[in-house]
C-alpha cells in the first residue's frame, strides 16, 4: 500500500513515515503541498496524509486539486491539523474533508488508512 505523506515539518514527517512503514506502508514524503502535487501526479498512491499549514499550497488547496483535477477519492485523503478553531471545522465538513488535529498518535493515524494486506501463504 503506497501513501503519500505531505507535511512541511520534517520531524513530523520523519516520525508518521517512520510509523507507517513500520506498519507495511510504502511511504513518499514531501515537504510542501507543491511538492505533493508534483508527487501525486507523477505516482500512484493508494493514500494521501497531509498537513494543512503548509508553504506554497496548504493541504485544503492540495486535497482540492488532487480531487478536482487528478480525481483522487477524498474517501482516500486524511488532513492533519493544528487548527480546530469552529471556522476550520465548518471548512472540513463543508468540503467533506476527513481531519485529525495534531500531534496526532500513530495509532490515530493508523486507524484512518487501510490495512496493508497480509501476504498470503499457498
Not at 44 to 62: A, E, H, N, R, S
Not at 104 to 111: C, D, N, P, R
Amino acid at each position: 500500500m503506497n501513501i503519500l505523506l505531505v507535511d512541511d515539518n520534517a520531524s513530523v514527517r520523519g516520525v508518521l513515515a517512520q510509523a507507517l512503514e513500520t506498519h507495511g506502508y510504502q511511504v513518499t514524503t514531501a515537504d510542501n503541498g507543491l511538492a505533493g502535487l508534483n508527487a501525486a501526479k507523477n505516482g500512484c498512491y493508494d493514500f494521501i496524509v497531509t498537513d494543512y499549514k503548509m508553504p506554497i499550497i496548504d493541504g485544503v488547496k492540495l486535497i482540492e486539486n488532487i480531487t478536482t483535477d487528478l480525481k483522487f477519492p477524498k474517501s482516500k485523503v486524511l488532513l492533519l491539523t493544528t487548527e480546530v478553531s469552529d471556522k476550520a471545522k465548518f471548512i472540513f465538513e463543508k468540503l467533506k474533508i476527513n481531519w485529525l488535529a495534531k500531534p496526532v498518535e500513530a495509532a490515530q493515524l493508523l486507524k484512518q488508512l487501510p490495512q496493508v494486506p497480509t501476504p498470503q501463504i499457498a
